[in-house]
């Protein structure tokens, strides 16, 4: 099983609609962040928590709002959908600093959301 | 100017080229420099990461630094097809803060 999981895989909706996209990990990193990737953008960061307790914004939350209920459990909302977002998003972990020198980043498979 | 710069590719080559990926950046307080490769439909994983500047090497793969010129590359030397991805260059600050900053990446194709 993946240390990343990401569902669902494959989305599409259309303009408007609420939106959840939930991450899971079996790593046990305390840091979770969620990134979108577009052609010719790269990874952007949308938000990460370092714990629990701990919501951050990136560089393009607009429209979009996270919940971290549990160490293990990240998900992403869209509360109202529009074309633009529709990208490749990426869930990903990370070890806190006394357990990593890189702070190397672990994704999931991704789930490709189309907005209509 | 972008925090860091990646040439997008698409970058195609026979089978057993030497390949040369390349980033630049601009914040020269950057510690930590990392490859990922990403393949199709699937998520990053890091392939290679180096601590300041120098070199690494790994089986085919050598990672280089060069904070004075504020430059990394990756080479992949006797290319394969199972080679082809996207290849993105990271970087953090290290301590407490590793938020990592990507290029772009660039895909490459490696033709048997």
């Known amino acids: 099983d993946a240390d990343v999981t990401q569902t669902p895989r494959n989305r599409i909706t259309k303009t408007g609609k609420r939106i959840m996209l939930e991450c899971s990990q079996t790593k046990g990193h305390d840091r979770m962040y969620w990134y979108r990737q577009d052609p010719g953008l790269g990874l952007r960061l949308i938000y990460y928590?370092?714990?629990?307790?701990?919501?951050n914004k990136g560089e393009i939350s607009d429209g979009y709002s996270v919940s971290r209920q549990a160490q293990a459990k990240f998900s992403l909302s869209l509360e109202s959908a529009i074309p633009n977002q529709t990208a490749l998003y990426f869930c990903?972990?990370?070890?806190?600093?006394?357990?990593?020198?890189?702070?190397?980043?672990?994704f999931g498979e991704g789930s490709r959301l189309t907005v209509l | 100017q972008k925090e860091v710069e990646q040439d997008p590719g698409p970058l195609s080559v026979p089978e057993g080229a030497i390949v040369s990926l390349n980033c630049t950046y601009s914040n020269s307080a950057f510690q930590y420099f990392m490859w990922y490769r990403q393949y199709s439909r699937k998520g990053p994983e890091l392939l290679m990461y180096t601590y300041s500047s120098g070199n690494k090497e790994d089986g085919r793969f050598t990672a280089q630094v060069d904070k004075s010129s504020k430059y990394i590359s990756l080479f992949i030397r006797d290319s394969q097809p199972s080679d082809s991805a996207t290849y993105l260059c990271?970087?953090?600050?290290?301590?407490?803060?590793?938020?990592?900053?990507f290029g772009k990446g660039t895909l490459l194709t490696v033709n048997p």
């Open positions: 990271a970087m953090s600050l290290g301590g407490s803060n590793y938020k990592l900053t």
């Open positions: 928590s370092f714990d629990v307790k701990d919501i």
């Open positions: 990903a972990t990370s070890a806190s600093p006394g357990q990593t020198n890189t702070g190397e980043l672990f």
